[in-house]
């Protein structure tokens, strides 16, 4: 089992060079440097060669990508051109912003989904399923943005003002100490993910539950509680945990048009700035970021999938 | 604060309805109190620094936090500042600037003569010049008189020099000046700043003015998003925002809470017409540009009505301007005897650049390509995103569209229409029209000067690259308990920055 997951994370540095050279090429295609993103009009050529000067843009490509290469390495994010500042210091609060929103969508979608994909494949046909799947259907269709739209227009403007509709933390506190705040992004992201992994949830079972096993505990007079959560449940899981990395990993991605309609203080404004501020520091560091966590969360569905299916589990030992 | 604010919209929510919606204050003036507002743009490039603002929550900050030695009020009037009085020489080469003697530093020092020449000696550094730098190519010095008076000696006369003083760009910082230290003489002092979120400021106790500013504490919040920003006025977690779409005025204005300040401004969006290469290098084909465009149309249409007629002039408040000069209207039938006269019998193809630089830039470009096919001029619209226009290209491209701010006629010239302007994007070299502004800049004689510029505005009227169909109005959203906010001319959102006379009738 474990030289597999090895093999995995070597693959997985690797990509991630790869993609910081890919990102590193893409914002220099990008028409126009750092020094003319943050002048804007007010770029004369006198203020934007003073600029450039500062910023080490006269340096030639290659070295500015080793050196930050280099400083990556050895721990350094580099410095952020558009704020003069380590990208470290930039990033560290937004990153642990994310991760919380990430992992309250995360805890409550993952099992919201499973038990509501195994009730619906539980009543097949039946009324509750009817709702569950048409619900889903319908969620699954709609963007962050109407979804994010229509609950602050249902929940903090037009119809109901209960909910604040923008995050207004200051800066250096914790988002968390305004829990408030936290409620519709992480609904929005909720209400994102959770049908996918309703819907791959139901499928599973479904299939799970007319298999051969199933069908023989049932003869064998297993009671149906049990058939379900010993039987069905563990083979149906390995298939599912796929979808959800992938609404994880997505979410990483995702929650870039969240943060920004909510201004919630994440790597997604971040993101956006940067990209328009050509920070190619930031950009490279956030592109990473969300590559590695892309790579991770296959990663551990890997896992799930290994531990989970007892085939794998032992042709890993070969 | 989030709890709060969670609470406080529950309790208007179950509250008696429209009944809690409270009424604009009067009276007089309350202390006290929290005044957040939310701006559109900026991000970590953000900065403090006095004199190299960029992005409007920028601009924002400065205003509040320093003070040129002059500055434009909401009606676009020149009004001293850190100056008791200015006064310039028979031949306008020598201004002296006598400073007021009660204004202190944040930090409790006086504002001296030595501080006023530090400052712009940092400004116009030619090894890293700031944004007003531009503006003062003519200034040779500035002499210490004594401790409160300076003078500022020219290079060549300029008449209206004391309008240069008068920019925001230019605020007076002591002269041992740090940005990590922004100490100036505004109404509110630094508290935090975190750059792209937000920055807090508080009162400063030993401000010049009488009673001002009336607010504790000033809070300014970038967004990067016009839906954020419109939903956290809605949502009461903010008490003012800056600049609205226009597009969105009815909606907003629509919410007995929320009250609009809309305010007619001297600011323009022209297309931009290079006169030194073809098309546009031949008059005939300029004035066909003009003759199609629908101005009432476009107001309409790009600015949602709030906008007023534009005359391919701008400065339309400077004393100056001509009125008497007919307006343009539609003419598709004179446009197409133009062109065909200019040797498009057949129409002609052009390549618009266009980008998001300012609300509804975009839009225009579209309507302007619709009115235009009218005449047989096929425009393509090549849309670039803002940095990318703003990129190498910017200056040079041969059809484009820019965006200015309120000014009087002779700086905007100095900026954007003469050969040696920083932001000539439309190529425009007149000697005729050079000579008319060389002569109006050293004319003292203010009615002798004004004539001159209404000549050199008749130039651009008749053979100018600009195409100037509107002004777009300024307007700007707040919650009814803000008080002491008025329509600007600036178009600067929110009176123009100038928080010191804003209070809130209830405790927020």
């Known amino acids: 089992m474990t030289p597999i997951i090895l093999r995995r994370l070597a693959t997985s540095v690797l990509i991630l060079l790869a993609v910081s050279v890919l990102v590193f090429v893409a914002t220099l295609l990008l028409p126009g440097d750092p020094a003319q993103a943050i002048l804007g009009q007010q770029a004369t050529p006198e203020r934007l060669a003073a600029l450039r000067e500062q910023m080490n843009l006269n340096d030639p490509v290659w070295q500015r990508y080793l050196m930050w290469l280099g400083g990556l390495l050895t721990g350094d994010l580099g410095v952020s051109a558009a704020s003069g500042g380590p990208v470290s210091a930039l990033l560290g609060e937004r990153i642990g912003a994310s991760l919380v929103l990430l992992l309250a969508a995360g805890i409550i979608s993952i099992p919201v989904g499973l038990l509501v994909g195994t009730y619906s494949a539980l009543r097949r046909g039946r009324a509750g399923d009817h709702i569950a799947t048409g619900t889903s259907l319908v969620l699954a269709a709609l963007p962050e943005f109407v979804i994010g739209i229509a609950l602050v227009t249902l929940f903090s403007t037009t119809v109901f003002t209960l909910l604040p509709s923008v995050t207004m933390a200051p800066p250096g506190e914790p988002v968390w100490n305004y829990p408030l705040q936290l409620i519709l992004p992480t609904l929005t992201l909720v209400l994102v993910v959770t049908p996918y992994i309703i819907r791959m949830m139901r499928a599973t079972m479904l299939e799970v539950l007319e298999s051969g096993y199933v069908e023989m505990a049932r003869l064998k007079g297993v009671p149906e509680r049990q058939v379900i959560l010993k039987h069905a449940l563990p083979h149906a899981l390995s298939p599912v945990a796929q979808v959800v990395a992938i609404q994880l990993a997505w979410m990483a991605g995702g929650v870039v048009v969240v943060e920004f309609l909510f201004r919630y203080p994440g790597i997604g404004q971040a993101l956006v700035d940067a990209v328009t501020n050509r920070d190619v520091q930031v950009v490279q560091v956030l592109a990473l970021l969300i590559a590695a966590v892309y790579i991770v969360v296959n990663l551990l569905a890997d896992v799930v999938g290994i531990v989970t299916n007892p085939k794998l589990r032992t042709g890993g030992a070969r | ?490 178009g600067l959102a929110l009176s123009g920055f100038e928080f010191r006379r804003v209070w809130l009738g209830v405790a927020s």
Not at chain 2, 26 to 49: C, E
Not at chain 2, 62 to 90: C, G, W
């Open chain 2, 1 to 490: 604060m989030g709890l709060a604010l969670g609470l406080g919209g529950f309790l208007t929510a179950c509250g008696a309805g429209p009944a809690a919606v409270l009424s604009a204050p009067g009276g007089a003036p309350q202390r006290g109190g929290r005044l957040r507002v939310g701006l559109a743009g900026g991000g970590a490039a953000d900065s403090l620094d006095a004199h190299s603002s960029v992005s409007t929550t920028d601009i924002a900050r400065v205003i509040n936090l320093y003070e040129p030695l002059l500055y434009r009020d909401e009606n676009y009037d020149l009004q001293p500042l850190l100056a008791a009085q200015v006064t310039a020489s028979d031949d306008a080469r020598v201004w002296t600037v006598d400073l007021r003697r009660d204004v202190l530093f944040h930090d409790g020092r006086p504002v001296t003569g030595k501080d006023v020449a530090a400052s712009f000696a940092r400004i116009t550094n030619p090894d890293d010049p700031k944004s007003g730098a531009a503006a003062l190519a003519i200034l040779d010095e500035v002499a210490v008189v004594d401790d409160y008076r300076v003078e500022f000696r020219l290079n060549s006369p300029s008449a209206t020099f004391d309008d240069s003083l008068g920019q925001y760009t230019l605020g007076i910082v002591p002269a041992d000046y740090d940005p990590a230290r922004p100490v100036g003489t505004g109404p509110f002092k630094y508290r935090s700043f975190a750059p792209g979120r937000n920055s807090v400021f508080v009162r400063n106790d030993r401000y010049w003015r009488e009673a001002e500013p009336y607010l504790d504490e000033l809070e300014i919040l970038n967004f990067s998003d016009d839906d954020a920003l419109i939903n956290a006025l809605l949502s009461t977690q903010v008490d003012a925002i800056g600049q609205i779409p226009l597009t969105l005025l009815e909606v907003i204005d629509a919410d007995p809470r929320i009250s609009i300040l809309n305010a007619e401004t001297g600011a323009w969006m022209p297309f931009t017409m290079r006169v030194d290469r073809p098309p546009f290098d031949d008059n005939r084909v300029r004035q066909a540009f003009r003759l199609v465009v629908d101005r009432e149309q476009m107001i309409e249409q790009v600015l949602s009505g709030n906008g007023s007629l534009g005359n391919d002039m701008y400065s339309p408040f400077d004393p100056g301007y001509p009125k008497h000069l007919p307006q343009r209207e539609q003419d598709i039938a004179r446009a197409k005897e133009l062109l065909a006269a200019a040797g498009y019998p057949d129409g002609l193809t052009v390549e618009l650049v266009t980008a998001p630089i300012q609300s509804g830039a975009v839009e225009a470009a579209q309507v302007f390509a619709q009115q235009a096919a009218a005449a047989g001029i096929t425009v393509k619209i090549r849309q670039v995103d803002t940095t990318t226009f703003f990129g190498d290209g910017y200056l040079q491209w041969d059809f484009a569209q820019d965006f200015y701010y309120t000014r009087n006629y002779l700086p905007q010239v100095n900026a954007s229409t003469l050969p040696t302007s920083p932001f000539n994007e439309t190529h425009w070299d007149h000697p005729e029209f050079t000579a008319l502004v060389k002569k109006a800049t050293a004319t003292l004689d203010e009615e002798e000067r004004n004539a001159l510029i209404a000549k050199a505005m008749q130039i651009e009227y008749e053979e100018g690259g600009y195409i100037i169909w509107g002004h777009a109005n300024q307007a700007d959203a707040y919650q009814q308990y803000v008080a002491g906010l008025v329509p600007s001319r600036t």
